[in-house]
């Protein structure tokens, strides 16, 4: 299993990106995913997710309104739109995919498998 995440980048404040994750070897549509970020010091936060149909998503306080989380199951591809960014998004950004519901709850604990994360810098 491998999920490529891409997309990031040194943006200004107030900028967008979208961010691109790529699975293989899974059955896609069989499992929710999300985005996960951390940043240097901290610990890895819950960002957004989508259901394995694309039904049900979930944001952060912090991003929601900045952010939209989509899929597209026909590509194995999740998207991860940010708009209206600011510093404190500055982070490694993960993509996470969960047949269970702890991406669904905002949880990084029993997730099955993890991108390996791109970087997002945020100027001021």
């Known amino acids: ?7 990031g980048g040194l943006v200004q404040t107030g900028g967008s990106l979208r961010l691109t994750c790529a699975a293989s070897g899974l059955t896609f549509s069989g499992y929710n995913m999300g985005w996960f970020r951390q940043a240097p010091g901290k610990e ?8 394995w149909i694309g039904s049900t998503t979930r944001y ?14 026909a590509k194995n591809t999740v998207f991860l739109q940010m708009n209206s960014l600011k510093p404190e998004d500055t982070a490694v950004y993960y993509c996470a995919a969960d047949r269970r519901s702890s991406v669904l709850a905002g949880m990084s604990e029993d997730i099955d498998y993890w991108g390996q994360g791109t970087q997002v810098t945020v100027s001021s």
């Open 1 to 7: 299993v491998q999920l490529q995440a891409s997309g």
């Open 44 to 51: 890895r936060e819950f960002v957004a997710a989508i259901s």
């Open 60 to 73: 952060a306080d912090s991003v929601k309104g900045r952010v939209t989380i989509s899929r597209g199951n």
